[in-house]
Each structure stands twice: as structure tokens, then as C-alpha cells.
């Protein structure tokens, strides 16, 4: 505790620092070659689509002891009745997964019962999901439905809530959290099912809530930043993200704990299925989430910011009061800008803190 | 705030609401566990949507005469708890059957067969079950005309397969004759287990009560020779509720035909049986000849039967055609299994976190996990509590929704905590830092919680099936979290920030000054 505690302490008082807002151009670079890489797998491979989404049955027999002698089996029965297995997975050791394509209810039946057969099970022990070809487009349709309404609720809230560019940089960094997302689902060829989706909508929610928890730092920091000249509005932003920065990786700790539980317990106990699904892409857009608050979402709004008339003439301001108190700008450390900041004795707090009446306006 | 606030009201109110909410679920007769979805116990659930033959959107009207017999299919079934339930609206509209138990696989078939509504003449008619006296005289609740006393029947032997309706025959043989005595409307499922009827044969029937059965003639009049049907009250303003009957112009010849012939016979041969789905809905005697093409039923309706009646008159047959959209069955084995990774899943999860929060923040991380505790019992009753009041039932999706949940709360904490220890760091006193912290902490936990609520409510409007079920169980958790963040931990640890121990300055307090690196300088100073 005590290593992290400190960390933290540091953080807070700045004696630590971390230029995320200076180094914006590399994670900019960063998550650029990420999408980049994203939307083009998407455009080349696209994603492993369930058959929620393309219309089929599914099957899933309990055996004691799967082999792979039991694919061989499942797609005889299949065939001896006049279909095709496109698919025949072992799923958890214990079940055998079989997908078709779409079944009429009387054809699904006799699959049903040849399969029951095969693997000398009740009718009713085996797993049966059919989906209409129409449902699937159905499920994006209202998901696709609920993102847009969801993100100009958002904008309406995060404009109101704080002000129009923090609305813009949270969008754009949810944007990047669900791109990444979606591309490591076509880069890894993982089932994309309506569990899935559920995970993708999630993680819009908590990007977002996550930005919030920043931006509200960051917008305390700011609160009367004009009315001074000690810091420009990137630099307390800045500041901002190191004071949240513990607060961050810990949320970010706790919220993937339970995930992470999920996936192990759900790969072990199930193999596949609602769980996993979920899990998977809450795992990785969370994590993505995460950093997109800090290194995305943070630098797109202190460039929007600087860009306004009231920041340019603080971040002048700011610089000419440096220039005649001869600070240099380069060795200057958060820790001196910090509101909070305790000067410890030393020659360097003479540097900074003049006297009221020496300090340039 | 600081000055007037009260702590012990606070976990009193909050003590009061979570003793009502446990007493309110654990009501005798209630079920007093959460209502299971049915990819946790097993089942079938088929999702359909159901689309007008003329591409134009489903009426209400249609609607209600669809559900009506499909539930009445699903009751066939004969298993307990089956539902049948409407999401979304308009285009969108969808019908979901759950039935759960390890049922037979047809029954999918069974729910979208076209359902046919025909009126026959009807040619026998006797008490629904055996009377243990004759001389009781019929009710005539809901029966649109007095029955004649039937005479009692001694039951002849007759293969009880046979008698699972619709009994149907091209002659009425002396065979049928031996069902027709022998079927018991009380103990077949036939009042329920409708199945199409073929209206170019005879019919062995029950009334939709069960009170009486009926041996039908092959149909003078089908569903499409009705024009339209309504029901209300006389124009006259007394009497008992009717519904009004137009044919079409051909139904008007048939119907001019069926009543010339019926009227002149006598009690019980001179009704109509109004027959859906294999079930007598209605049986009206004839009075005189109907040429106009336009009738009156009338008898002692309530409103609703009245209302019923003219729905299924108006649209015959199923009046939309039902496609599947989905079909998951699920044995209970299987649903078990499920339900049993999803808690372990939920309670390693929480195990982790709890582990996590105790090694980090010490003293505050015990009350972070009593908070945690207290958010998990009211998740807990209140899905019990809506499992009986509204039919909410827990999902996988759902349990999920919840275990995602354990982040979102233990974060409220979180950003609590930290703010508490970056007032402490600035100096402040343990008492200032606990009141301070919060109110720039309390902002922080509104906005963002607020986001995820937003998402919840969008995605429960706009989705069906489990991602409802989810946005369902991530609104109401984090709901519950605004309301322990503020009437419990914020309580606990003001309470906490009072005790000696607390501001000793121990290690193991997580709000030790020394270890948060306060300089004994600045504590001095204030």
C-alpha cells in the first residue's frame, strides 16, 4: 500500500509528473495506427458474425466425454438426415456445438432427433437456438438505434453538464473506444453475438462515465484559470490527469476484476456462450476506455480550449510573467504549479514564489 | 451541510427502506426468491413477430385477438407459468412465449398454425362433465340462451387417446357418439388445448368454460364471410352488453341459408357454435331467419366477453401471420449449470474486489465493502420484489448487467475516497477532509452515474429480448448505487471520521496522515 499510497501522494502534489497533455502528437500517432489497423481488418477479414446475426440453428448436445471422433459422429447424423453441419466445435470438453444453416421447426426436429440418437441423450437435453434470417438485422438495427439517440442525449448532457468542447472530446474518444473494440473482435475472429453487442453498448456507458469522473477534475481545476496567470489551460488539464491518474487505474482495477471473474469462470464452468461474449468485449473496451479518458479524451480538449480567444491570451499572460520572473519554462515541473502546492524549503521555491507585489500581470 | 448533517438519520431512513423492501419480499404466498429467466432453468421461448397479411401495421385490435390465442395454445401446453408477453411497439412489435420446463419440441409448430374460426350448426350439446344431479338447471352466465335440461349419461368405454379434441369425423358414427359421452370437459385439456379444426367435418367440442360440450356440423359460415364485428350496448341504453355481426355479401346468403334452416329446429339444434382453434366460443340460438346480413348476439356478456367475442368474429383466424424470429430451448440441466457459473462468477468477482478495495484503502476499503454488501441485498430484494409485482425475471444477460454493476458501485467509493485523501494531503483535518471531499466527490458520482443511466434507459426503449434485460439490471444497480454512495457510505464513514481510532493515524485506517505524506508542518499550520 505504502508504495502506491506515495505514488499517489506524489501524483497529487505533483512532485511526479506525466506530460500527458505535451505528448498528445504520440498517442495521437498511436491510436491512429490502431484504428487504422482496426478498420482495415474490419474492411478485409469483417467480424465472425453468430448466427443471431446471419439466420441458423444451432445445437448443443451434453456428452460426458467429448472426442473428436464426436465431430465425425454429429456430422453423419447431420447428413444421414439431409443437412450439412457448417460447423462442429467441442465447446467446454463436455458439449458438442453443431450450426446449420437455416432449419424450418420440422426440419429442426429431426436434426434434433437424429442427434439425440447419436449421442444417446433426451430430446429435450439438447440446446436448440433457430433464428430467422431477419432477426439478426433486426438486433443491429436497434442497437444501431440505440447508439445514436444514446450519444446525442449524451452530447446534450455533457454540453449542459460542462461545455460544448468537452461534449466533442468525450464523443470522439468513445468513438476510438468502440473502433479499437470492434477491430480486435475482426483481428481475433471472435463470435460476434447479441451478448456482444450488449458489451459493445456497455462500454459507451462507462467510457463515458469514466471521462466524466476526469472531466470533472479537470473543469474544477479550470474553474477561474482566466482570472489568474499562474497556468494555461493545458497545463492544469495536465495537472488534472495526474491528480485523477490513481483514481483511474484503480476504477480501473475494480471494474475488471469482475470481468475478468466472468471470463475464467464462464471459459471453465461453460466453454461459450452469454457470458463470454459479454465479458470478452467488456475486457478489452474497458481497458481501452480507460486510457482513451486519459491520453485521448483529455489532449483533443485542451486543444479545442487553447483554440478560444480567453485561453490565448491567458497561455500569453501565463508566458510573459514567466519570461520576467525568469523562469525557465522547460524545467518547470507540475509540482510548482500545483494549487495545492506546499513549497518545501529550498532554493527553488525562491524561484517561484515572489512576493504578491513582484509577480507580473 | 457539514453543520446540520446527520449521519444516524441517514442509516436509519436507509434501515427503514431496505426492512420495508425485505418484508414486502418476503410476503407470505410470494415467491421468495428472484424470478429465474429461462436460459437458467430451462425451457422454450420462441420470439415472433407478427406482420398483417396487407403489409399495413398490426392493429391493436389485431393484436389482442393474436394474443388471445396464442395464449390459449400456450395454455394447452398445460405447464405452469408459461407466458406470453409483448415488447416494443409498431413495426417493431414482438411476441414472446417462455415456456419453461423441459417441454416437447413441436410445440413451436403448434403456436404459429393458422387458427380458423367457423360457425357450424350444432347437433348435440350436454353438460361440459358429468352432473351429479340432473335437476340442476344450467347457468347462463355468459351463455347467450337457456339450455334445455340434458339427461344424464352413463359413460360408456371409450380409449381415452380418443378423446384429446379436436375429435373430428366425416359421419357421426355410433362410435363418436360413445366419445362424445365419454369426454369430460373438466379433465381434458381440451378447453384449452386448441388445435385448428377442419371445417368440412364433424367436430366434438368444448365451450371455452369447460361447462359444456358440443357435437358440431361441418361449417355453414367461415371467419372470411364475416365483414366486421363490434361489441356495445343496446341502442335502447338497457340491457346487458352485445355484439353486433355484419357479413360479407356472400357471408349474407350463407348466413340467410343457415338461419332459415336453423330457426325452425328445435332446442339444442338450433344454434350456431362459433368455434376458434378446435373451442365452441359461443353458442347463440336462432330466433328467426337473418336475411340483411347483419345480427345481433345478444345474452348476459360483461363488457369484456362481449369485447372478446366480436374479436374473434371480426378477425376469424389468427389475423396476422407470425414469423420466428428466434427459437432457444434449453434444458433445465443446462439452465442449472448456467445459473450456477453465473453466480460463482458474480461471487469471485465481488470476492476479488473486496480483496482489492481492503488492500488499498485499509479501514475505508471495510466500509467500501459493507457498502458493497448493502447495494447486493437491495439488488437482491428488489428483483425478488419485481419478480412477483411486474414478472421481472434474471436473466444471464441480467446477471451479467449486475456483476458489471460491482465496478460501477465500488467506483462511487472510489472517487469518494480519493478526494477524502487529496483534502487530507492539502492538510485538512480527517473531520473537514470527510465533509469536503464529499461535496466535490458527490458531483463526480451524479454526473457520471447519470451517464449510465442514460445508456441503461435508451437501451431497455430500444432493444428486446436479453439486452433488455441487462439495460434493466444496470439502471436499477446503478440507481441503487446513488442511493447507498449517499445514505450509507457517506453516513459511514462520517461516523467512522469521528471515532479515536480513526485519527490516530494508524496504518491500517487508510486515512493515515503520515502515509499520505501530510508534512507535520502543514498540520500545524492549520
Sequence with gaps: ?361 | MAKHYRPRRSLLILGLILAGLATWAFLPNRDHSPKLGLDLRGGTQVILSPQSANSNAVTNDQLAQTLRIIRQRVDGFGVAEAEVQVQGSGANTKIIVTIPGATSRSVVDQLRTTAKMSFRPVVAEDYGSPQPAPSVSPSASGKPSAKPAPSANPTPSVDPALLKPPIQSKTLTEQYANIFKALDCATSNSVDGAKPDDETQYLIACDKDGAYKYVLGPALLSGTDVQSASAGLPQSGAGNWQVDLTMTTSGAKKFADATKALYQQKAPTNQFGIVLDGVVMSAPSVNEPILGGSAVISGSFTAEEAKALSQVLKFGSLPVSLSVDEVQQISPTLGNDQLRAGVLAGAFGLLLVVIYLLLYYRALGLLATFSLAVAATFTYLIVIVLGNEIGFTMTLAGIAGAIVAIGITADSFVVYFERLRDELREGKRLRGAVDHGWSRARRTILAADFVSILAAVVLYYLSVGSVRGFAFTLGLTTLIDVLVAFMFTRPLVYLAAETKWMNAGSGFTGVSPARLGVKTHTEVAQ
Design chain 1, 1 to 361: 500500500m505504502s508504495k502506491t499510497s506515495s505514488l499517489g501522494n506524489r501524483l497529487y502534489r505533483g512532485e511526479i509528473s506525466f506530460d500527458i497533455v505535451d505528448r498528445r502528437r504520440t498517442w495521437y500517432v498511436l491510436s491512429a495506427v490502431f484504428i487504422a489497423l482496426s478498420i482495415g481488418t474490419l474492411a478485409l477479414r469483417g467480424l465472425n458474425l453468430g448466427i443471431e446475426f446471419k439466420g441458423g440453428a444451432e445445437f448443443t448436445v451434453p456428452v460426458s466425454n467429448a472426442q473428436t471422433a464426436d465431430v465425425t459422429k454429429a456430422r453423419e447424423a447431420i447428413s444421414a438426415v439431409g443437412h450439412e453441419a457448417s460447423s462442429v466445435t467441442i465447446v467446454g470438453g463436455n458439449k458438442i456445438r453443431v450450426q446449420t444453416t437455416t432449419l424450418t421447426i420440422k426440419e429442426s426436429n429431426k436434426v434434433n432427433t437424429a442427434l439425440a440418437t447419436t449421442f444417446k441423450v433426451a430430446d429435450t437435453d439438447i440446446k436448440v437456438q433457430l433464428v430467422g434470417p431477419t432477426w439478426g438485422s433486426e438486433v443491429s438495427k436497434n442497437a444501431a438505434r440505440a447508439l445514436v439517440l444514446f450519444l446525442i442525449l449524451v452530447a446534450m448532457f455533457l454540453s449542459v453538464y460542462f461545455e460544448w468542447p468537452m461534449a466533442v472530446a468525450g464523443l470522439i474518444a468513445l468513438t476510438h473506444d468502440v473502433l479499437i473494440t470492434v477491430g480486435i473482435y475482426a483481428l481475433s475472429g471472435f463470435e460476434v453475438t447479441p451478448a456482444t453487442v450488449i458489451g459493445f453498448l456497455t462500454i459507451l456507458g462507462y467510457s463515458l462515465y469514466d471521462t466524466v469522473v476526469v472531466f470533472d477534475k479537470v473543469k474544477e481545476n479550470t474553474k477561474s484559470i482566466t482570472s489568474g496567470s499562474r497556468m494555461t489551460y493545458s497545463e492544469a488539464a495536465n495537472l488534472a490527469l495526474n491528480q485523477t491518474l490513481m483514481r483511474s487505474i484503480n476504477t480501473s482495477i475494480i471494474a475488471l476484476l469482475p470481468v475478468l471473474s466472468i471470463l475464467v469462470v464462464g471459459v471453465v464452468l461453460l466453454g461459450a456462450g452469454t457470458l463470454n461474449d459479454l465479458a470478452l468485449a467488456l475486457f478489452v473496451g474497458m481497458l481501452v476506455g480507460t486510457y482513451s479518458s486519459i491520453f485521448i479524451a483529455t489532449p483533443i480538449l485542451t486543444q479545442l480550449k487553447e483554440r478560444q480567444d480567453s485561453m490565448k491570451d491567458l497561455a500569453k499572460r501565463v508566458h510573459a510573467r514567466r519570461k520576467n520572473a525568469g523562469i525557465d519554462e522547460e524545467s518547470l515541473t507540475a509540482a510548482v504549479l500545483a494549487p495545492s502546492y506546499v513549497a518545501p524549503a529550498g532554493p527553488r521555491q525562491q524561484r517561484v514564489k515572489k512576493p504578491r507585489s513582484s509577480r507580473g500581470k
